[in-house]
């Protein structure tokens, strides 16, 4: 019989903000409005990912929900190789959000938010 350490976890080894339809003249990130943020693993299964927004002047669905009611220790599913999270921006600045698996961190992607209106699935950002 062979015993052999357990595998680690595989990395994050991307951190994407999809705009969707939103637009401005300089950023197509509005203040209130919700944007799909996708984290990419090097396997296709691992156990799951957390995504933050260094700002924190933002709202994180579905974690922060399941956070504050359910699992405060919940981690967003890894589904083939990708987790995915809803941020809204609650105010302007500078946004990084970071997506990892360990306390050594993960990619980070930083996002300028203007004020924004949101209209349905998207959303007209100021200058």
């Known amino acids: 019989m062979t015993w ?3 595998s680690a976890s595989a990395d994050v080894v991307d951190v994407t903000v999809v705009p969707g339809l939103s637009a401005g003249p300089t950023t197509p990130y509005g203040v209130g409005c919700t944007y799909l943020v996708v984290a990419r693993t090097t396997n296709l299964t691992e156990s799951g990912v957390s995504i933050g927004d260094f700002n924190r002047a933002s709202t994180m669905f579905p974690q922060e929900l399941i956070w504050h009611t359910v ?4 981690v967003t599913p890894v589904v083939l190789g990708h987790a995915f999270a809803l ?17 050594a961190g993960g990619p980070i992607e930083t996002v ?10 998207a959303c007209i950002v100021a200058p």
């Open 112 to 121: 300028t938010v203007n004020p924004g209106v949101p209209i349905g699935p």
């Open 71 to 74: 699992d405060p220790y919940y």
């Open 87 to 103: 941020w809204t921006p609650t105010a302007a600045g500078e946004h990084s959000l970071m997506a990892y698996q360990t306390s």
């Open 4 to 6: 052999s350490a357990p």
